[in-house]
């Protein structure tokens, strides 16, 4: 069973699609206080951060979710729900996020590379990771974004992908949190495998 968070952020049912076609049971709550009845955890995400950190803290999501990592949940942060979790982000000032993984969440610049970044790129593995069991390296994913998480530590690196000049940071796997920059829901088959992965972990 896995919880997808309801914060007002997007793509929520076509993430609960994804799960649906593998099988998985998963459901669609914006209630905080049911969180806890289980193991995996998705934080979605499509928007602007500073106005998601804000509904994610006056629901009660941010506590909760803490809570759940706390107490050794796993957690699946996608697109915007991955930036989230991070310390802070530049996005339309300085916004503080749920500092799950420090690190900050940066603005793309680029002479030669139209930002947002919209469309296929290929993700490269940086260490053994369970969110990409049986994907060949290189694989490639759906991305649309104008911001990339910067960790503090490479340790929680799982993947990068080039873009604008730049090894940006596009999956985290550390201490039961996993991220991806990409949206694995739109990702064909390889990210079906990702959302897979995270839900028989």
């Not at 309801?6 to 649906?20: I, M, P, T």
């Not at 796993?74 to 915007?80: D, T």
């Not at 690190?103 to 919209?118: A, C, E, H, M, Y």
């Not at 090894?167 to 990210?191: L, R």
């Amino acid at each position: 069973m896995v919880f997808i968070a309801d914060y007002g952020a997007g793509n929520l049912r076509s993430v609960q699609k994804a799960f649906d076609y593998l099988g998985v049971k998963a459901i669609v709550s914006s209630d905080p206080a049911k969180l806890a009845g289980y193991r995996k955890v998705v934080l979605p995400g499509v928007g602007a951060f500073g106005q998601a950190i804000d509904t994610l803290n006056a629901s009660g999501f941010t506590e909760a979710v803490a809570e759940h990592v706390d107490k050794g949940g796993q957690l699946l942060g996608i697109c915007l729900g991955m930036q989230l979790l991070l310390t802070d982000s530049e996005e339309m000032g300085d916004n503080k996020g749920m500092n799950l993984i420090p690190g900050n969440v940066l603005r793309f610049t680029s002479d030669t590379d139209k930002i947002p970044q919209i469309g296929w790129n290929s993700v490269d593995q940086q260490k053994e990771s369970v969110l990409f069991r049986g994907i060949p390296d290189h694989s490639f994913f759906y991305f649309v974004h104008s911001y990339y998480c910067d960790p503090v530590s490479s340790d929680s690196v799982a993947a990068t992908t080039w873009f604008a000049g730049k090894n940006f940071c596009s999956a985290i796997e550390k201490n039961g949190i996993f991220a991806v920059q990409f949206h694995p829901e739109k990702s064909s088959d390889a990210g079906l495998q990702v959302l897979k992965n995270f839900s028989e972990c």
